[in-house]
């Protein structure tokens, strides 16, 4: 190396820096740019309202109205069919839809394998 090619050596380290940052940041701002637009769209529709008859005070009522039926009005009728189907119906477990793209996760982030 000659005295001439000595400013070379001296700046070289602070090119590399120069470069290295300026990738790094603009690898760091398309990955917030992607994670804003993914934060920006909603989580999950929201649930619909629940219809009247999966109000559990509807059937507390309906089993209250059975069973004073049952002890005065018809004792033979009562058992199986005005107590217990009502109650096993509204408490059969319910499953919410799952997003086919998350894999059951609850949310995609950008972690993910998946494109954005």
Do not use: C, K
């Not at 009247?52 to 059975?66: A, D, K, T």
């Not at 069973?67 to 018809?74: D, K, N, S, T």
């Amino acid at each position: 190396m000659t005295p001439e090619n000595a400013w070379v050596y001296g700046i070289l380290p602070f090119l590399t820096m120069a470069l290295l940052v300026a990738g790094f940041v603009v690898a760091y701002r398309r990955r917030a740019a992607s994670r804003r637009a993914a934060l920006a769209q909603p989580r999950r529709p929201p649930e619909p309202p629940r219809p009247w008859w999966s109000s559990p005070w509807l059937w507390l009522g309906v089993g209250v109205v059975s069973i004073l039926l049952a002890v005065f009005v018809w004792p033979w009728l009562f058992g199986f069919t005005f107590v217990a189907i009502p109650f096993m119906w509204v408490g059969r477990p319910r499953e919410r839809p799952v997003d086919p793209r998350s894999n059951g996760h609850s949310h995609r982030d950008a972690g993910s394998f998946m494109p954005e």
